[in-house]
Nanobody, 119 residues
Framework: VQLQACGGGLVQSGGCLRL?????????????MAWYRRAPGKERELVAT???????NFADAVKGRFAISRDNTKNTLYLQMNSLRPEDTAVYYC??????????????WGQGTEVTVSS
């Protein structure tokens, strides 16, 4: 199983970006999915989560500006980022709890996609 994230880039403050993360490989079921980020010189932090049923949670820093969604038919996770701020600059990682079979669940990470917001 692999997670492939894309969609990062350079954007001006106030702009928007949409990140995508596609899961591929031997997948029986994808459970909770999430986006994390690591800003330069800081610890990795949770940005948003989404359950298989679509329930979402967001970090206070991004509430009202970011939206997380998923397309279970395409095994794809999204992060719509609006009203971006310089402090959103980070490498963004997707994360998913995936069952390769009905008996086991493992945690997988994408490779990271870099988001830079200029002031």
């Amino acid at each position: 199983v692999q997670l492939q994230a894309c969609g990062g880039g350079l954007v001006q403050s106030g702009g928007c970006l949409r990140l995508s993360c596609v899961a591929s490989g031997n997948i029986y079921r994808i459970n909770d999915m999430a986006w994390y980020r690591r800003a330069p010189g800081k610890e990795r932090e949770l940005v948003a989560t989404i359950t298989s049923g679509g329930s979402t949670n967001f970090a206070d820093a991004v509430k009202g500006r970011f939206a997380i969604s998923r397309d279970n038919t395409k095994n794809t996770l999204y992060l719509q980022m609006n009203s971006l701020r310089p402090e959103d600059t980070a490498v963004y990682y997707c994360n998913a709890a995936i069952q390769p079979s009905s008996n086991y669940e493992y945690e997988f990470w994408g490779q990271g996609t870099e988001v830079t917001v200029s002031s």
